[in-house]
């Protein structure tokens, strides 16, 4: 995360009318929808794991449900990543997580989001398998193989080790510089 500090803060200075004037540039219409937030991504082509996360992503960002990210939900996204407090962003994780949309995270769930995750970002410091494994031991303490939101929340607060591996595995930090930016590095 070294040097990535620099670019957040250059992307907090940023003011409400230059957000918007990058928004309707990428996107005259003033909505994005999944395909064009792939392509100003650089993320077309990828495997059926790393798609099926960004389409999560995009949809747990679309908060109306209208398959499209408006303005008002790109700045509450950005903002999010960058600001967010720590429940928020958890609560985040776990509307990203749950992909069958049950109010409940599995390992299955998890691990496919993790190995998504790695496929578009190349962070293979740990295996999702690795990661999956220590959230569940510390976490589903009654073993029921699923965390709710509330044991879900509560569980990665009370372990440092589990909020860093959340952290690390879930930074968005280059998609936003890409955004920010307008370029695919």
């Known amino acids: 995360m070294g040097n990535h500090g620099s670019n957040l803060d250059d992307i907090l200075a940023e003011d409400m009318h230059h957000w918007y004037n990058k928004f309707m540039k990428e996107s005259p219409s003033g909505l994005i929808t999944l395909f064009e937030l792939k392509g100003m ?82 962070n293979q410091d740990v295996t999702p398998e690795e990661v999956v494994s220590l959230i569940f031991k510390k976490i589903d303490i009654n073993g029921e193989g699923e965390l709710t939101l509330e044991e879900f929340i509560e569980g990665a607060k009370g372990h440092d080790d589990i909020m860093e591996m959340l952290k690390k595995m879930m930074d968005l930090t280059p998609v936003l510089i890409i955004i920010v930016q307008g370029i695919v590095v």
């Not at 099926?52 to 996204?77: K, P």
């Open 41 to 122: 991504l650089g993320l077309r082509g990828m495997n059926a794991n790393a798609t099926s996360y960004v389409d999560q992503v995009f949809f747990t960002f679309d908060m109306d449900g209208d398959g499209y990210i408006d303005f008002v939900e790109y700045i509450a996204a950005i903002s999010l990543m960058l600001k967010g407090e720590i429940n928020q962003k958890l609560k985040w994780y776990f509307k990203l997580f749950d992909q069958d949309g049950n109010g409940k995270i599995d390992k299955d769930e998890l691990e496919t989001i993790f190995t998504a995750v790695q496929d578009i970002t190349r």
